[in-house]
């Protein structure tokens, strides 16, 4: 009964090298948000869509971008991955933003863990 | 955004109650403060929220105090599973920020 799904859970990419992640969710909440998360750090917000709204944080890089083709699946882009891109990637869901619910909740994935070569 | 000030890490014994305390003093009045904890290599899970009411669920107690500059998370027996790091988060109008939380060991 896995609610929020992320694929593949351990993905390897080469420097440069455009790579796709996947997180697919059953919840059927209006909002997706992707994490990065380094080694020994807390998650950091890249961006979230609010339906077909797309959010981006104004420190994230132009390199990640992202896709929701539909409710459930959302995608991160990463268009040329550097040593620094290394990271433990988070998707989560929420059924609306902190703006117009604040007391809602966010249901992480298990992650996926991104090695660049 | 309100921060937040959590120890980096505690120790527990298995079966005992584990108070974890985070300081928030610059909360606004309309911001929750939220727990959250992630087991290793396992991604964040919601544990508890409050307002200004203690809280309790069948994970965890939030003790809120009255001027809410601070909070106590309190598990109320704690078990070797409970080991992950706690974050308190103070809830931003637009986004859940995440600060350095606390490292909680949980030992038999």
């Known amino acids: 009964d896995a609610m929020v799904i992320q694929n593949p859970r351990y993905q390897v990419t080469q420097f440069g090298k455009p790579v796709t992640l996947s997180c697919s969710q059953t919840?059927?909440?209006?909002?997706m948000y992707w994490y990065q998360q380094k080694s020994s750090q807390a998650p950091k917000l890249l961006f979230h869509y609010y339906d077909k709204d797309f959010n981006n944080e104004a420190d994230t890089p132009d390199n990640f971008q992202s896709r929701r083709p539909n409710t459930s699946f959302c995608f991160l882009d990463i268009r040329s991955p550097g040593l620094g891109d290394a990271a433990m990637y988070l998707c989560?869901?929420?059924?609306?933003?902190?703006?117009?619910?604040?007391?809602?909740?966010?249901?992480f994935g298990p992650g996926t863990r991104l090695t660049v070569l | 955004d309100a921060k937040t000030t959590q120890p980096p890490s505690m120790d527990c014994a298995e079966g005992r109650a584990a108070n974890l305390p985070c300081n928030h003093s610059t909360i606004s009045g309309n911001e929750y403060v939220y727990w959250y904890r992630q087991i290793h290599s396992q991604g964040p899970q919601y544990i508890i929220h409050?307002?200004?009411n203690n809280e309790t669920n069948e994970m965890a107690s939030l003790i809120i105090t009255e001027d809410r500059k601070s909070s106590t998370l309190i598990l109320p027996h704690a078990t070797l599973r409970d080991t992950a790091v706690y974050y308190c988060i103070v809830q931003p109008p637009y986004k859940l920020s995440f600060g350095a939380g606390t490292t909680v060991t949980v030992r038999a």
């Open positions: 409050g307002l200004k």
């Open positions: 919840l059927n909440h209006n909002v």
């Open positions: 989560a869901t929420s059924r609306e933003p902190p703006s117009l619910l604040p007391t809602d909740t966010q249901y």
